[in-house]
């Protein structure tokens, strides 16, 4: 309310006079219509007087100047932004009109409960004196009684609301109303359909209040009954499976248990749900189908509950659908009008995939009319406008869709501009457009741009509909285009650090700028030391060589790695536990020690498959040297007889293996992100080809196949939150110019790279590798047989044996799949259901050829010691092997196949998955081998001949049996049926 009365004297010592001049409160609110017309009225009157001698003086006719007005009451905001919303100014002269400007300037901020203006006369000047009264402030803000959802849950709903309630905010009355409406549609949205709520607001001296909002969510209400009235060609479990929010889940699909997981009710949804089971009416040729208001019935739930087997509780709402089916309808044919910039019809007709004939299906209409637009888009009509109009024929029974298309005309792209990019250059970003300014504005090349800017992983993803504006001028027939970027950290300095099957347990520095200097280049430094490995390396990229599409790379390292199956998958670096001490002694085990340098370089191909993603062909070159340094003899056995290393043999091949690689690479990407695709696919072939230099020969192709799909539940959608990715790689191994691929380059399977369920480097086919061993002669009492009793420091009698030992040695050929189905939970966790099939095996038996020099060394010796004269040994025989190793029989073709589920975690620090999974293992090698003997003779008396190597005697006879325990005991091979397992790394 605003008030002027008569002045009043102060009595002050400087007979200064006060007047109040304007003031409002609360309590006056309602009165102020009332006093503002008389205000207005009094106003008009004093301006028409001519009492005053002048409007701005004082009635003695002297001249009124402003003095610095004075805020009392202010706790919160400042005193200057009090003054800030003021008109008057210190030495301006007074006005009453511009003093009621200031009041409603002052009120008009809702931030005052109380204004009022007073006028205080001085000798030398007007005193305005603001009296304010803050709206209290919110103290906090407490939620009593809330159940069925979080205070998270209020908070986003709030915020999608546009609730503007928080802690430290200003109180409103209205605010607190709104708030409690929207809380009332989140409850009922979770079933509590009769939930009540009262507010208390509790003051809290000097100016702050306490918000109490009291919830009494009353019982649950659930989806009870859902029938359909008038539907007699569609089932009514056909029906209900149209539905999306109210429908039972049922187990599966809608069919049995659907009382015991009812969805919550919530009564918005229900329209939608009635315009789903419109929609698969016409989906399935009704294309009059027509459904009414559902009806519903509220009642208890009753029964008992199976789970508690006590009453059930809560509420339960049944819902009847009405529906009209009209007759079915076939597609007669879709034609065009309008078209004069595009007449070939055909390729407009092309767009829709349902085919003249069939049952009209509305969704498969719909997504042929966004083929439409999005043809148009390509061709700059950005205004497409398509208006299907109906035709029925009702004697056919057909329905001919006329598309009156108004094409509007081709906009030109004027500009393209970008924000949020101050680290990373314009030319950086503008070289990954495929449109460019002047050029017809094309929407598919726009999408795809934004697709090649994802891959660069330089930015947080971006998404056209979102990150992407167009500004368009209709008379010039140019559109803008604005590019709203978010630039990742292009530094990133931190420690590494986990566990996997390869690496073991390690840790690590690393320095890493994918944008270095903002040009897009990549420096990267890696320092990583482990129980399993240790690795150095230095590396540049530059993405674009002088301004043109040509990738070239550098990177120089120095590696060392333990290709240990009994301790990869072991924190502490003990044997790991599916793997018996039988079982690690048939694996090959050895450490490799690597240095070397790799450029590469690669470019785009614009014209291939451009439409869908991005292609680059490439070309990498890698010189490294290499040893080896074995754990155990089979290892050492392998080594030193496959024909990997032409006229060299024994420890020999082990030492200075130098590689010289060139590897020519396709890839084509239309992945919507580089980590953790959404969408898309990607395909990547390779093939390394060592021999144009260095002392190994070899070639290796490797082809690998990904695609990507948005889910929801378990239907493919473009909006779906989970993700169903699968895998598809083939590898091959081979040497060639008379050499074998080396051991290092054979192919192995297992671990949490490929096959979850097995251990790492463990599934392969299995060899057996001849090797020459020495027997010491043994009596039955257990001494053994000196060669000289006279002279012991001479030792014992050794009778070199012919053994077969037999080894896993990888294969050349390697085939695996993977399927996973992963589902976000929170920030950074996802949970995943996966499915890994693979099989590693031989299909070149001659890459499983020794080496001529090794093979003579071990048949060019002297076998057994049925005589022995003077601790010498005479009688023996010479025994020659094969050229190629042999397979041992049932463990060459045999597939494996992994189910199981896993949690991942992105840990913050190591930017890298952890992940805990559990797999069981359907398909496994579960087989007994039986003992392959080298003697010269094959057949049922190869073991007589075996005795042979040993003197008729007592020590002979008890070292034969002896023997026969050692080397002829069957292979026992049990790969293990279920794991659990942790690990840092990423399967696919």
Not at 324 to 334: F, P, S, V
Not at 794 to 800: A, E, K, M, R, T
Request: glycine content about 8%; proline content about 5%; aromatic content about 10%.
């Amino acid at each position: 309310m605003r008030i002027f009365t008569v002045n009043r004297e102060s009595g002050s010592s400087l007979n200064s006079k006060t007047k109040t001049v304007c003031t409002r409160s609360r309590r006056s609110r309602i009165a102020y219509a009332a006093y503002l017309i008389a205000f207005t009225a009094m106003a008009a009157s004093s301006l028409s007087a001519p009492s005053l001698s002048a409007q701005t003086g004082s009635p003695s006719g002297n001249v009124e100047t402003l003095c610095q007005p004075q805020v009392i009451g202010n706790r919160r905001i400042p005193k200057e932004s009090v003054l800030a919303r003021l008109y008057s100014r210190q030495n301006d002269l007074y006005d009453p009109l511009v003093v009621e400007r200031d009041f409603n300037s002052l009120w008009n901020t809702g931030y005052f409960d109380d204004v009022r203006i007073e006028r205080v006369d001085t000798p030398k000047c007007v005193q305005l004196v603001i009296y304010v009264k803050e709206k209290p402030t919110i103290r906090e803000i407490n939620y009593k009684g809330l159940g069925a959802v979080t205070q998270s849950d209020i908070l986003d709903r709030f915020k999608k609301a546009k609730v503007p309630l928080s802690v430290e905010s200003q109180y409103d009355p209205t605010k607190i109303k709104r708030a409690e409406v929207v809380l009332r549609d989140l409850l009922a949205e979770h079933g509590h359909q009769f939930a009540t709520i009262r507010t208390e607001v509790k003051t809290i001296p000097p100016a702050a209040v306490a918000i109490t909002f009291n919830i009494k969510e009353g019982p649950t209400v659930k989806v009870g009954k859902i029938a359909f009235q008038g539907n007699n060609s569609l089932s009514d479990r056909t029906l209900r499976g149209a539905m999306k929010n109210l429908r039972p889940i049922g187990i599966p699909h809608s069919i049995i248990l659907e009382n015991l997981f009812a969805r919550t009710f919530d009564a918005s949804k229900l329209d939608e749900d009635t315009e789903r089971v419109r929609q698969a009416y016409r989906d399935r040729g009704y294309f009059k189908a027509l459904t009414s208001d559902p009806t519903t019935h509220i009642r208890d739930a009753g029964g008992i509950n199976p789970f508690t087997l006590h009453p059930s509780k809560g509420k339960r709402i049944d819902i009847l659908m009405p529906v009209e089916e009209g007759a079915r309808y076939k597609l007669g044919g879709i034609t065009f009008t309008g078209n004069t910039h595009v007449p070939n019809t055909k390729a407009l007709r092309s767009q829709f995939v349902q085919k003249d004939g069939e049952y009209f299906n509305a969704t498969q209409f719909g997504k042929g009319l966004d083929q439409l637009r999005k043809a148009y888009g390509e061709l700059g009509y950005i205004n497409f406008v398509g208006t299907p109009v109906p035709q029925i024929d009702e004697a056919k029974k057909t329905i001919t869709l006329n598309i009156d298309i108004d094409e509007g005309k081709p906009f030109y792209v004027s500009r393209i501009e970008f924000t949020g990019n101050t680290i990373t250059r314009d030319k950086v970003i503008r070289r990954e457009l495929l449109l460019e300014e002047g050029q017809v504005y094309n929407s598919r090349l726009w999408d795809l741009s934004i697709l090649r800017l994802n891959q660069l992983n330089y930015f947080e993803a971006l998404k056209a509909e979102q990150d992407s504006e167009s500004r368009q001028n209709t008379d010039d027939g140019t559109v803008d285009l604005l590019l709203k970027l978010k630039e990742k950290g292009k530094n990133s300095i931190g420690l590494n650090g986990g566990i996997s099957g390869l690496s073991g347990t390690f840790v690590g520095l690393n320095y890493e700028t994918n944008n270095f200097l903002g040009l897009g280049e990549t420096l990267s430094v890696q320092a990583n030391i482990g129980d399993l490995s240790r690795n150095l390396s230095l590396g540049f990229t530059e993405p674009y060589l002088r301004d043109k599409p040509i990738s070239i790379g550098a990177q120089v390292f120095a590696s060392k790695y333990d290709f240990n199956p009994s301790k990869s998958q072991s924190a502490t670096g003990q044997a790991a536990g599916n793997l018996t001490t039988a079982q690690q002694s048939l694996l090959t085990n050895y450490n490799q020690s690597t240095t070397g340098l790799t450029v590469s370089s690669s470019e785009p191909l614009r014209h291939l498959f451009s439409r869908t993603g991005v292609t680059r062909v490439g070309i990498s070159y890698s010189l490294s040297r290499s040893s080896v340094t074995t754990f155990n003899q089979n290892t050492t056995n392998v080594f030193q007889s496959l024909a990997f290393r032409s006229g060299v043999a024994g420890q020999n091949q082990l030492t200075g293996i130098i590689t010289s690689v060139v590897t020519p690479s396709f890839t084509f990407s239309s992945l919507d992100r580089a980590v953790g695709p959404h969408h898309g696919k990607d395909f990547n072939v390779s093939v390394q080809l060592a021999g144009v230099g260095g002392n190994v020969k070899y070639y290796s192709p490797i082809a690998s196949y990904r695609q990507f799909f948005p889910m929801k539940g378990l239907r493919v959608s473009s909006d779906g939150h989970n993700v169903l990715g699968y895998r598809i790689q083939l590898a091959h191994t081979s040497g060639f110019g008379g050499e074998v691929a080396p051991p290092t380059h054979r192919l192995y399977s297992g671990g949490e790279s490929d096959l979850r369920g097995f251990d790492i480097r463990s599934v392969g086919p299995y060899t057996f590798i001849p090797n020459k061993v020495q027997f010491i002669l043994t009596n039955p009492d257990g001494t053994s047989v000196p060669r000289d009793p006279t002279n012991p420091a001479l030792g014992p009698v050794q009778i070199p044996l012919p053994i077969y030992r037999m080894v896993s040695i990888g294969g050349d050929t390697q085939l695996v799949a993977n399927l996973e189905y992963r589902i976000p939970i929170v920030n950074q966790v996802t949970f995943a259901f996966f499915n890994d099939f693979g099989m590693t095996f031989d299909a070149q038996h001659g890459q499983l050829r020794q080496s001529t020099a090794g093979q003579s060394l071990i048949n060019g010796a002297q076998y057994g010691c049925p005589t022995i004269i003077n601790g010498a040994c005479f009688g023996g025989q010479s025994v020659k092997f094969p050229d190629l190793l042999t397979i041992v029989p049932g463990t060459n073709y045999v597939p494996r196949d992994s189910l199981g589920a896993e949690l991942q975690v992105i840990l913050p620090v190591v930017n890298a998955p952890f992940r805990i999974f559990y797999a069981y293992n359907p398909l496994r090698l579960y087989k007994t081998v039986p003992q392959q003997l080298a003697v010269p003779n094959s057949g049922p008396d190869n073991v007589n001949t075996f005795k042979s190597y040993f003197p008729s005697d007592g020590s002979g006879q008890f070292s034969y049996q002896q023997a026969l325990q050692f080397y002829g005991a069957d292979y026992i091979l049990r790969e293990p049926r279920k794991t659990f397992r942790l690990t840092v790394s990423t399967t696919f």
